[in-house]
């Protein structure tokens, strides 16, 4: 639940085009700290976009985005992100320990390397994710969820206080869908803002606090209790949608 009244990112009048065709049109939206948030919308929706533009990775046609007030370029430190699966191509060696421990560089000064003590924070991350037996393993010779699970711990040795996460719960199995989902919760529970691409519409309530409805457009922005709702869901949807028959 919201515990302040600060917002941790905030978006204006954000418009974002692919070859002068818009995919996300004129969004306002303001995250308060400390929510675990779900981003829901068909696909094609902008979810990804939505992301990509406040992380600066795209550039948008119009509008601001901002992380605690200031631009994104002056508080990147304090934002970590886990990309949708896949969508990282591993061609040169790296192992899982390697791509965990480059979540702390953030941390460390100019040319310095990771020490004992990053060693171990990623190696404790690692542990958190069931990975920890993988530990040596070349990141290319992970299955897709492994490789999601190790994304996860850099994430979380980045020590960040906002978390985007780009459809983390896709193609896992059921064990680590609940070990991810009590990750999550725990960041939230340590005041962290957590931002997550998500499809399941049925785990929603169960998952998350707060929730934005997208389709190109924004529909809905609040916390689940009061805006998960038939309305919504059929607005951003487009045709009759039930939470009742989800389950
Ligand atoms: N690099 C790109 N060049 C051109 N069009 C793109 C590019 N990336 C995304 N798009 C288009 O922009 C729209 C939004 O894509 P985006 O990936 O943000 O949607 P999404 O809501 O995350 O979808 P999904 O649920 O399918 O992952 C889609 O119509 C997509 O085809």
């Not at 040169?92 to 702390?104: E, I, N």
């Amino acid at each position: 639940m919201e515990k302040n009244n600060k917002i941790a990112i905030q978006i204006d009048d954000l418009t974002v085009a692919y070859n002068y065709k818009p995919v996300l049109w004129d969004i306002d939206l303001a995250i308060p700290e400390g929510v675990l948030m779900a981003i829901v919308g068909p696909n094609g929706a902008g979810k990804s976009t939505l992301i990509k533009a406040v992380l600066g990775i795209i550039k948008p046609i119009a509008g601001t985005v901002t992380v605690f007030g200031e631009p994104y370029k002056k508080q990147y430190q304090l934002v970590a992100y886990v990309p949708q699966k896949g969508s990282v191509d591993w061609d040169f060696p790296t192992t899982a320990l390697d791509v965990v421990l480059m979540g702390t560089y953030g941390s460390l000064g100019w040319i310095k390397r990771p020490g004992q003590k990053q060693k171990k924070e990623a190696l404790e991350a690692l542990e958190k994710v069931g990975m920890l037996e993988f530990k040596n393993r070349q990141i290319s010779q992970l299955s897709g969820g492994q490789q999601q699970r190790i994304f996860l711990a850099r994430a979380l040795v980045q020590n960040a206080s906002i978390y985007l996460m780009d459809e983390p719960f896709q193609g896992v199995d059921a064990t680590t869908e609940r070990a991810i989902v009590n990750i999550l919760k725990e960041l939230r529970k340590s005041g962290k803002t957590v931002v997550v691409v998500h499809h399941d519409l049925q785990t929603v309530p169960e998952y998350f606090d707060w929730v934005t409805f997208l389709n190109v457009k924004k529909i809905a922005t609040g916390s689940v209790k009061d805006i998960f709702n038939d309305d919504n869901l059929t607005k951003t949807y487009g045709i009759n949608y039930k939470v009742s028959v989800l389950n």
